[in-house]
């Protein structure tokens, strides 16, 4: 593929780029979920989208270590946690641990404070997927509410580090239809499930007549079975988990694509 190949066209964006980078070299290479103050904005617009994603729960030590089941069984991934322990004054050190039970959730913080390098005042609980493939995903908020999606396999989320992507798809704004490219039939089947999620309204009888939520998505396709070791590509059962949200303003698909 050429670089003048069209099929290269990127979408640039912002939002993952330190969770990819904490999930490379790490001993389960998946996707480490690490909550900044942007992201809990963008998490709350998807709830009132009503669309699947990551779940975040705060509170202090204290209160955590005083119930820790209450707080873990708010999550959907529970009792499989990733927890963060910001550091109070923003410059001191960020202690980051995923954790498989309350057990060694409960621990982490203890020792944590009992380390006694910094005073942590607030314990971020986060849904932990372990990805199938991730991708981005832009519907523009013009008439034509054009439509393009990019994605790659594997939990890290590197179409967002310039990669070619492993597939894409997007809307042919004379046809209606949808084209795709390295996609296979399981691959379509998966986009085409998450774009149903931002569909809301029909302006006519036809599937072409189907808007969808302007924006810009990130998503990622979930084991469901967090325990199976054995999972490769996208034979397994899947789930759709949207894991970041820009308004449609930062983000436009800005003229048809002619692949």
């Known amino acids: ?11 640039q964006g912002q939002g993952l780029g330190d969770w ?10 998946k996707l480490l979920a690490e909550i900044d103050p942007g992201k809990e904005t963008s998490i709350k ?3 009132e989208l009503g669309l699947p994603r990551l779940k975040i729960v705060k509170t202090t030590p204290a209160d955590f270590l005083s119930d820790p089941d209450s707080y873990i069984e708010q999550l959907n991934t529970g009792p499989l946690v990733y927890i ?4 109070p004054d923003g410059g ?6 995923l954790c498989p039970s309350p057990t060694e959730a409960v621990a982490f ?3 944590a404070l009992n380390a006694g390098e910094s005073t942590y005042e607030e314990v971020i609980l986060t849904d932990y997927y372990r990805g199938a493939a991730t991708g981005v995903l ?8 054009a439509i393009y999606v990019e994605g790659t396999y594997g939990p890290s989320f590197k179409e967002l580090y310039g990669e070619i992507p492993d597939f894409m798809m997007w809307r042919d704004l004379q046809t209606e239809l949808f084209r795709y490219e390295g996609a296979d039939e399981r691959t379509r089947e998966m986009l085409q499930r998450t774009l ?7 302006m006519g009888t036809s599937v072409r007549d189907r808007r969808y939520q302007a924006g810009y998505y990130e998503f990622l396709w979930a084991y469901k079975d967090e325990k199976k070791d054995d999972v490769e590509g996208l034979l397994h059962p899947l789930e759709i988990v949207f894991v970041d949200y820009q308004e449609s303003g930062a983000f436009q698909v800005s003229e048809p694509l002619d692949l």
Do not use: C, F
């Open 138 to 145: 832009v519907v523009s908020p013009k008439e034509d509410n």
């Open 109 to 111: 913080v203890q020792r």
């Open 92 to 97: 001191g050190l960020r202690l980051r641990e």
């Open 45 to 47: 617009k998807l709830e």
């Open 1 to 11: 593929m050429s670089e003048a190949d069209p099929n290269n066209r990127r979408i």
């Open 84 to 87: 963060t322990m910001p550091s």
């Open 196 to 202: 149903d999620w931002l569909s809301h309204d029909y």
């Open 20 to 29: 990819a980078e904490a999930a490379k070299g790490t001993e389960h290479e």
